[in-house]
């Protein structure tokens, strides 16, 4: 399906590795032209080369913490027309709910909150203007299943979410929607590091640690960053326009309800 965004402007933001890096490419194979952010200029220049080499699309690196607002103002510079918003940055620590203290919510709250509305700030008006606009946010099944050690996640990213769900109504007149993107389990380097952390509390390894998570999966498996990206790419569609303010959950089955 031609998704009609052929020529379109994203900015993708912490895009060098795992989900964030699997949107951009999923958006660079429908022809969109990319900013793509994360703070280790190597490794930034390093996809967007690959991204450029397998895709044929014009793809700016921008060496940038997307949490600082010398960062933001840094990858908005870059694209100042920018017709695609995918949110995105590093999640936070995990631990037990007690052991966390105001800074470290504060942390969270910006990182996970704060950096993604002034991302969505510095780009509205622009959508709205030209009449296009499709931002996405990459948020977690914690929102709608909170994890025990997750409660920092959580809580922060469902500021985001109460923020998405408001905003959303007051711009889809002009084309311009909003929706989060829910990952749960994806065989990314920040999983991987929950993987090792969970081993090291369980006092197991890493492989029979990953084997207990996969055996709790009603898929079987773990997803694919590449079946996030193309749900992303779509939810950034032409044909995605009537789609604005939702949540969806990318989860193969884990989230046991319904609804
Ligand atoms: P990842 O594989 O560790 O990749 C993170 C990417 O973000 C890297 O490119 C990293 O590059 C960049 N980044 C991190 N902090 C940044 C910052 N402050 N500014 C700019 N770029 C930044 O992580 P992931 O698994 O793709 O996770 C992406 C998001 O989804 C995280 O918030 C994570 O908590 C959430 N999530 C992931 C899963 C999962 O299963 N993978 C599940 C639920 C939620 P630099 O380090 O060079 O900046």
Known sequence: MDLGIKGRHAIVCAASKGLG?????????????????????????????????????????????????????????????ADILVNNAGGPPRGDFRSFTAEQWMAAVN???????EMIRGVIDGMIERRFGRIV??????????????????????????????????????????????????????FRGGVTSRAKAAGIGFAEQLERQRATMPAGRFGDPSEFGDACAYLCSRQAGFITGQNLLLDGGQFPGVF
């Open 21 to 81: 890096r699997a949107c951009a490419a999923a958006l660079a194979r429908e022809g969109v032209s990319l900013t793509i952010a994360a703070r280790t200029a190597a490794d930034t220049e390093a996809a967007a080369e690959e991204i450029r080499q397998t895709h044929g699309v014009v793809v700016t690196a921008v060496a940038a913490d997307v949490t600082t607002p010398a960062g933001r103002a840094a990858i908005l510079a870059a694209a100042p027309q």
């Open 111 to 117: 990182d996970n909150m704060v950096a993604a509305i």
């Open 137 to 190: 946010n990459i948020t977690s099944s914690t929102v709608k299943g909170p994890v025990a050690d997750l409660s920092l996640s959580t809580a922060a990213r469902s500021g985001l979410t109460g923020y998405v769900g408001g905003v959303a109504r007051q711009v889809a007149r002009h084309n311009v929607t909003m929706n989060n993107l829910l990952p749960g389990p994806f065989e990314t380097d920040r």
